[in-house]
């Protein structure tokens, strides 16, 4: 899979407090937001503290990506979208990686809403420019909001409390909400990237009228500090650092941007991609395979110290995990809970970590794994009355069994979960027949295709293939293209695919476009499972709206109670740490961020003129 951190969107909620600036009119306008007591940063501050002012411009950094892109269309759910492209473009506000959950702005100078979150207003900063000279205007802000819901699905669900965008001052954007209290909605507007509405509006050079409903391979224009140099169409791209970016100097960029040229090449092989990091082609790579980072990181140029390994702990801090195996609920065979739980007493987990990843990881037992919000135990005081207060919807069991995987590492144990595993799918109506499990009344078998996007996932899939076999269950592994495999997932249309959420320390309304009723049918969303349950969809609700933190935490853990009840999904593992591999050219602060790796952001090249 894509890198899962870099791929990571965190969504955000709880109480917001704000650091104020001076009052305009009868509005009282913010420099920052905080989702977790007050910003750390003051009004005018120089610059976040793990940025380094005197980091040098220039030199190169290479990077490599698995797969093809085929647009550089920021907002469209379709295509393969160019990694790096965010670096062409600017949000209203930027987020600091040594908070949990506060925003500075950037293209807005400062935010303004009502005590009761009914809208909420940016002030877009009166420098702001695009690379052609034009200013940034309300007019693009309102653009970038409607398209984006309008071509992009998750964007739509994201969104979907925000009913419209208006100008309500020569620089002033307002928002306007359909319900009150949500104090997610200003701060996961700030995160809007924002577009040139001119340029869109425009034609190309060859005289054609630009659609921002399709795909597109023109160099795209943005507000941020890079500019699309050069590509080769699905196999290459290269950014250039602009001389001209209006917000250079910005307190929220200080230290930031520091690479005078970003390369990224494209792989469809994860060895190949090895091999050229290993041949000094790429500079930077996360290794995501344990068993590659304890056995293949053993070249000359480790010895020699050009390049460097690190296992760093910070990205993860504010990071809960939920990786597994997600059966697909809109298919019958899946819709019997018996049937899930045998899939997971079909997994071995010890065994696979000791024969392929050299015990690295630890398996995941919670939707929230690694932070705060992983429920633990059985419920008490606040978190039990919250799962009371929703009577015979919830599973009994939650009251009296604590989670758990099955645990195996031992032949026994391995025929014991399989025997267990089989007994399930016979109390759901199936038999073995002629070593086949199938229907007991239909004779039709039990079949899984298991949809990959990669290879590299092949080798950790195929033992649960195997054991799966050992039970009667026609298992199959079909790996895919990125493009197909993007377009399948988007549809609904698999058994089973390798799924990956990451969370917030402060979930929110992305929650329910992860397991909410209203985003089952929704192309796109990323419900993988096919969840619609009552009991999920109030401790949604109860989770965004949640008054104060501990109140969250409670509704969090509640859902986290339920969603593992209802057994969705086969749970896999992780690392509790980020490994990387770098040239020695690569230099870091020598404080990271917090919550963050701040790569590529503060990083800078030792060979920058």
């Given amino acids: 899979m894509t890198n899962p951190i870099a791929s990571i969107t965190l ?7 704000f650091a ?4 305009a009119q009868e509005q009282t306008w913010h420099h920052a937001t905080a989702m977790l007591g007050e910003p750390k940063y003051p009004e005018n501050f120089p610059r ?3 940025a380094n002012p005197d980091a040098p411009k220039g030199g190169m950094l290479r990077l490599s990506e698995e797969g093809t892109f085929d647009s550089f269309n920021p907002v469209l759910a379709k295509g393969e979208q160019a990694a790096g492209l965010a670096l062409v473009f600017d949000p209203l506000m930027r987020s600091a990686d040594d908070e949990i959950s506060a925003s500075y702005g950037l293209i807005a100078e400062s935010i303004s809403f009502p005590d009761d979150i009914s809208e909420a207003t940016f002030r877009i900063r009166a420098e702001a420019r695009w690379p052609d000279g034009e200013p940034i205007t309300p007019e693009d802000v309102i653009f970038s909001f409607t398209k984006a819901k309008e071509h992009n699905p998750l964007q739509a669900n994201y969104y979907g409390h925000v009913v419209s965008a208006e100008k309500s001052g020569a620089r ?3 928002f306007r909400f359909d319900e009150i209290n949500n104090s997610e909605l200003p701060q996961i507007l700030g995160q809007l990237l924002i577009l040139p509405q001119h340029w869109w509006q425009g034609k190309d050079k060859d005289g054609n009228q630009r659609d921002i409903g399709r795909t597109t391979l023109e160099p795209v224009m943005g507000s941020g500090p890079y500019r699309i140099a050069g590509f080769t169409a699905g196999s290459t791209i290269r950014y250039e650092l602009r001389d ?6 910005l307190n929220v960029n200080v230290g930031h941007h520091n690479f005078g040229t970003i390369e990224y090449g494209y792989f469809t092989d994860r060895n190949v991609e090895f091999e050229a990091f290993r041949g000094g082609a790429i500079d930077f790579r996360q290794e995501n395979s344990a068993s590659r980072w304890a056995t293949a990181y053993d070249f000359p140029a480790i010895d020699t110290g050009d390049v460097v390994l690190e296992e760093i702990e910070n990205p993860l801090r504010a990071v809960g995990i939920m990786q597994a195996m997600v059966p697909n609920m809109r298919r019958d065979k899946f819709k019997d809970i018996r049937v899930r739980k045998a899939l997971n007493f079909a997994f071995d987990f010890e065994d696979l970590n000791r024969n392929l990843a050299f015990d690295a990881f630890e398996r995941i037992d919670s939707y929230f794994w690694g932070t705060e919000l992983a429920s633990s135990g059985l419920p008490e005081g606040r978190e039990k009355q919250i799962l009371e207060s929703l009577g015979d919807k919830v599973p009994p069991e939650v009251f009296t069994t604590v989670y758990t995987n099955p645990v195996s590492g031992d032949p026994a144990k391995s025929r014991a979960n399989l025997r267990q595993a089989l007994t399930l799918f016979r109390d ?3 038999k073995l027949e002629n070593q086949q499990l199938v229907d007991a009344r239909t004779g039709a078998p039990f079949e899984i295709e298991i949809l990959l996007s990669s290879p590299s996932f092949e080798r950790s899939v195929l033992p649960y293939v195997s054991n799966l076999k050992k039970i009667g269950v026609n298992a199959r592994i079909r790996t895919v293209d990125a493009s197909q495999y993007t377009n399948r997932v988007r549809s609904f249309d698999y058994d089973m695919i390798w799924g990956l959420w990451a ?7 992305e929650q329910s476009g992860y397991w909410g009723s209203d985003s089952l049918e929704r192309e796109g969303s990323r419900n993988y499972a096919g969840i619609s ?7 949604i609700k109860m989770v965004i709206f949640a008054p104060n933190r501990d109140e969250q935490i409670a509704a969090v853990h509640a859902l986290d109670r339920v969603l593992l009840a209802h057994h969705f999904v086969v749970p896999l593992f992780y690392s509790n740490a980020v490994k990387v591999a770098y040239r020695k050219t690569l230099v870091h602060p020598e404080e990271l961020p917090y919550y963050g790796l701040g790569f590529p952001e503060v990083w800078w090249s030792s060979e920058a003129n």
């Fill in 11 to 17: 969504a955000l909620a709880a109480s917001l407090l």
């Fill in 172 to 174: 002033d954007v307002t």
């Fill in 48 to 50: 976040f503290d793990y």
């Fill in 244 to 249: 001209d970016y209006w917000a250079r100097d």
């Fill in 503 to 509: 969370q917030s320390l402060n979930p929110g309304n």
């Fill in 20 to 23: 104020s600036v001076a009052p």
């Fill in 428 to 430: 759901a109506g199936y």
């Fill in 533 to 539: 349950d009552p009991a999920i969809d109030a401790l």
